[in-house]
C-alpha cells in the first residue's frame, strides 16, 4: 500500500472521529437525552436502524417536510419514516380523521364500520387484492402471509432472496448477517436476487409453498428488480403451484397501484404497510379470494388471525383519509417523479468520483452507496451539518412535503461535499 493510500486511510477514520465530536458538541440536549435512554433501553432505543454515531438527535417536533431537535436545530427530512412518512410530518387531514376517531371511542374490543371501509379502498387500489386482513406491522403482515401461503399449499419451504428484508424475523443474506439470529424458524430457501437463472435451484426445491419478493429490495439497499425476474418468478410460481408473495409494504409508494401496476406483474398475495396507516401502526395482507377464504370457516378455513390492535380505530381512520384524501395519482407521480431526477443528478454529478458515490432506487426510494462505508459517514454528518437529514445507511424515501428546492438545495450540498472530499480526504492531501 502506498504512502499516500495509508495517509488517505488514516485521514478518513480521523475524519470521522472529527465530525463526531463536531456533531455531539452542538447537541448537548440530545447527548444527555441518549445517556438518559442508555440506562433504560439497551443500546438507548427500541428501534436499532435508527442508532448511529455518536448518538441519534432526539427530534422534539415534526412538522411538514421539517423535523427540529432537542437542542433546536432543523432538518429537512429525506429519511421520510423509511417511506411510512410519505404524506410528510403532521398533514392536516390525517389528524382531523384521527381526532374524528378518537372522539367516536377506541380500543372498543368489537368490530366497527372502518374495517369494510379501508379494505374497500384497498381492494380497489391493488389488482391482486380481492380480499385483504389488517395487521399492526409489515413485518406482521409477511408473517401472516406467509403463514397463509403455507397452509394454503401444504408445503414448508419459503423462497426468499439474499438482501430481502421483510422484517426484524424476516431479514435475509447481508442483513442481519448471514443467518439473522432473529429469524422465525421457517424453513427458508434463499436464492440471488435478480437473478433469473438462480430461480432454477429455487424452485427445484419439492416443498416450496411460497416464494417472498420485493420488486425493489428496500432495506437491501433500493435495488430495484427487473422485470423479466419478477415476471418468471410468477410463470414459475404458476407451474408449480407455488404463492407468489410480493412484499409491497416499502414499494406500494411507487405507483396508485403498488410496484405491481408498474411492472405489470400480478402476485397470489401482497403484503402493505408503512404509509397506507396515515403514519400509524399498520400493516396488511392479501390477495387471491381462494387463499384468503383459509380464514372463512364457512368454506372449510382453517385459520384464524388474532390481534387485539388489528382494528384500531386510529389506524384504520389514518389509513382511509390517506386513501381518500391524500394519494390521488397526481400526487403520486410528482413525488416520485421528483425521485426519479433526485437520483439522476446524484449520477450524474458523482461520476468519476474516487468514492464511487452512487445513487440506487426507482421513483420516491433512493439510496446512496459508497465503497468505503467511511465516505458515506462523512457525507451522513456533513449533510446533518447543512440541516438535511437522510437514514445514516444512505437511505431516502421523499416525502410529498419535500420540495424541488428542497432537492436543489441536497444535491448542492453533496455536490459541495463531493468537491471538498475529494480534495481534504480522498487524495490524501
Ligand atoms: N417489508 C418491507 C419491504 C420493509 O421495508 C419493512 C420495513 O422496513 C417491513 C416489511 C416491515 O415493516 P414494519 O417495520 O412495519 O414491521
Keep these: 500500500m502506498g504512502d499516500c493510500l495509508i495517509g488517505a486511510m488514516t485521514d478518513l477514520t480521523t475524519a470521522v472521529a472529527a465530525a463526531h465530536i463536531r456533531y455531539a458538541n452542538k447537541r448537548p440536549q440530545s447527548a444527555a437525552a441518549d445517556e438518559r435512554a442508555r440506562r433504560v433501553l439497551p443500546g438507548g432505543n427500541t428501534r436499532s436502524v435508527l442508532d448511529f454515531e455518536p448518538f ?3 427530534v422534539a417536533t415534526a412538522v411538514g417536510a421539517e423535523v427540529v431537535d432537542l437542542d433546536g436545530l432543523r432538518y429537512v427530512d429525506f429519511c421520510g419514516n423509511y417511506t411510512a ?6 398533514p392536516t387531514a390525517i ?3 384521527i381526532v374524528a376517531a378518537l372522539d367516536s371511542g377506541w380500543a372498543v374490543g368489537a368490530t366497527h364500520e372502518r374495517e369494510a371501509e379501508l379494505a374497500e379502498l384497498i381492494c380497489a387500489r391493488f389488482a391482486s387484492i380481492d380480499q385483504v386482513r389488517f395487521t399492526n406491522s409489515g413485518t406482521e403482515a409477511n408473517l401472516m402471509a406467509v403463514g397463509t401461503a403455507l397452509h394454503h399449499t401444504g408445503k414448508s419451504s419459503v423462497g426468499v432472496f439474499d438482501h430481502g428484508y421483510h422484517g426484524g424475523v424476516l431479514a435475509f443474506g447481508d442483513l442481519g448477517g448471514p443467518q439473522n439470529p432473529l429469524n422465525v424458524p421457517h424453513r427458508f430457501v434463499m436464492s440471488a436476487f435478480d437473478d433469473v ?9 419439492e416443498d416450496l409453498g411460497c416464494v417472498l419478493v420485493e ?3 428496500g432495506s437491501g439497499g433500493c435495488r430495484p428488480a427487473s ?22 409494504v416499502m414499494t406500494s409508494r411507487l405507483a396508485p397501484g403498488g410496484a405491481q401496476e408498474r411492472f405489470g406483474i400480478t402476485p397470489d398475495m401482497t403484503t402493505l404497510g408503512k404509509y397506507l396507516g396515515g403514519g400509524m401502526s399498520f400493516g396488511a395482507f392479501g390477495g387471491k379470494q381462494s387463499i384468503m377464504a383459509e ?3 364457512s368454506k372449510g378455513g382453517e385459520l384464524t388471525q388474532a390481534g387485539t390492535f388489528n382494528n384500531n380505530v386510529v389506524s384504520l381512520a389514518a389509513g382511509i383519509a390517506t386513501l381518500r384524501t391524500q394519494l390521488d395519482a397526481d400526487r403520486l407521480a410528482a413525488v416520485n417523479e421528483r425521485g426519479d431526477r433526485l437520483r439522476l443528478a446524484l449520477n450524474e454529478l458523482a461520476a468519476g468520483h474516487p468514492t464511487n458515490l452512487r445513487a440506487t432506487g426507482l421513483g420516491s426510494m433512493v439510496c446512496l452507496h459508497t465503497d468505503d462505508p467511511r465516505h458515506l459517514e462523512l457525507l451522513f454528518h456533513a449533510l446533518l451539518d447543512e440541516g438535511l437529514s437522510i437514514a445514516r445507511r444512505g437511505f431516502m424515501a421523499l416525502s410529498m412535503e419535500i420540495t424541488d428546492a428542497d432537492v436543489e438545495r441536497l444535491i448542492t450540498a453533496i455536490g459541495n461535499w463531493l468537491d471538498r472530499h475529494a480534495q481534504d480526504v480522498v487524495s490524501g492531501s
Design 85 to 90: 412518512g410519505l404524506l410528510g410530518h403532521s
Design 295 to 297: 380464514f372463512v370457516a
Design 56 to 58: 441519534p438527535f432526539r
Design 215 to 217: 420488486a425493489v429490495q
Design 197 to 205: 437463472a438462480g430461480l432454477d435451484a429455487l424452485f427445484a426445491d
Design 227 to 248: 422485470a423479466e425476474f419478477l415476471h418468471e418468478i410468477r410463470t414459475r410460481c404458476t407451474e408449480h403451484g407455488v404463492v407468489m408473495i410480493l412484499d409491497e
Design 95 to 97: 389528524r382531523d380523521a
